[in-house]
């Protein structure tokens, strides 16, 4: 630092201080729109740091600024939207009265949501690189999430707040092994990636766990989550949300199986047969294996986490 910024080490600190007191917010907080605060802490301290770099680094900040807070924009957007959603359904208009009373308002979102997995789904099957890949899963997982809950039964919105908890994880789990590829790598496109289970296998069998996750392959998290989901739509008779279901882990299954393909068996040719171990730095490893047996012990912990505090917290009703 002293020789980057001579005479602004104290600026350099003390923006860093609280960007890892934001960061640290992010993990310890317990609701969306904190951790919308949060973002917002170690957003504007990224910010500064960025802008206190040569060269170029002014001008990189200010774009960064714009990204950041148009994407900030819409995560409140959508924070703001789940929970009126939420909120209005069970505390304002309650359960018999969306569900018994206006019954096509259910079917009718049930449906968006079965469009949203089906459409999530099929792009993420079109990409050719990580990051825009788990992108569009992402957009397929949310309306596992909101058609769960307006299965407007117990088994249905039990499968959606265990895929909140299991969702999370498997995001951050396969989020954190894209970001170790394309640190080494540096792309995340598929074609990138030939013999790369044996250049980082650490990083890729983390990576294969949450694509198992995500797939729903037993015993790891996504599976039991997915499971209930299933289960909630049948007891409804919302079948299209199930045959969305069921699309969208066949789907899952391709995309996945064909980058443990490349990875796998193809080869690098530019390495002639010679591919050296060469993992990620062990503060990239850390968390990638935590979050990565996080998704087996969640797994098999799935059924006292449902009868001891999911079917708890459920809104009177179900």
């Not at 968006?112 to 788990?134: D, F, N, P």
């Not at 569009?136 to 908890?165: C, D, Q, R």
């Not at 990083?203 to 694509?211: N, S």
């Not at 996750?213 to 409804?236: C, H, Q």
Request: hydrophobic share 55%; proline share 3%; charged share 10%.
């Amino acid at each position: 630092v002293g020789q980057e910024l001579p005479g602004r080490e104290y600026q350099f600190f003390a923006l860093y201080l609280i960007l890892i007191a934001g960061l640290m917010g992010l993990v310890l907080t317990g609701d969306a729109f904190n951790l919308y605060v949060m973002l917002e802490i170690t957003s504007i301290t990224s910010y500064g740091l960025i802008a206190m770099g040569k060269g170029r680094a002014p001008l990189a900040s200010f774009n960064y600024v714009i990204m950041g807070s148009v994407g900030a924009c819409f995560y409140l957007l959508g924070v703001a939207y789940l929970y009126l959603m939420v909120r209005v359904m069970f505390w304002v208009f309650s359960v018999d009265y969306l569900f018994i009373e206006h019954p096509m308002v259910q079917q009718g979102i049930v449906w968006v949501a079965a469009v949203a997995i089906i459409c999530g789904s099929a792009l993420a099957l079109a990409q050719r690189e990580l990051k825009r890949m788990l992108t569009y899963i992402i957009v397929a997982e949310v309306g596992y999430m909101v058609g769960g809950v307006w299965l407007a039964n117990k088994t249905g919105l039990t499968g959606a707040v265990l895929h909140i908890v299991n969702d999370a994880l498997m995001t951050l789990c396969l989020f954190l092994a894209v970001a170790a590829i394309v640190y080494k790598l540096g792309s995340g496109e598929f074609d990138k990636l030939q013999g790369i289970y044996r250049k980082m296998p650490i990083t890729m069998a983390a990576f294969t766990v949450g694509a198992f996750s995500m797939i729903g392959v037993p015993p790891t998290a996504g599976f039991f989550s997915k499971w209930y989901l299933i289960l909630g739509g049948i007891e409804a008779g919302q079948w299209e949300y199930v045959i969305a279901l069921l699309f969208s882990s066949l789907v899952n299954a391709v995309i996945f199986f064909r980058i443990i393909e490349i990875g796998y068996f193809y080869k690098d040719e530019h390495d002639h047969g010679h591919e050296k171990r060469d993992e990620a730095p062990l503060q990239m490893q850390a968390p990638l294996l935590v979050s990565a047996v996080a998704l087996i012990v969640i797994g098999l912990g799935s059924g006292p986490l449902v009868e001891s505090i999911i079917k708890l917290a459920l809104p009177t009703g179900f």
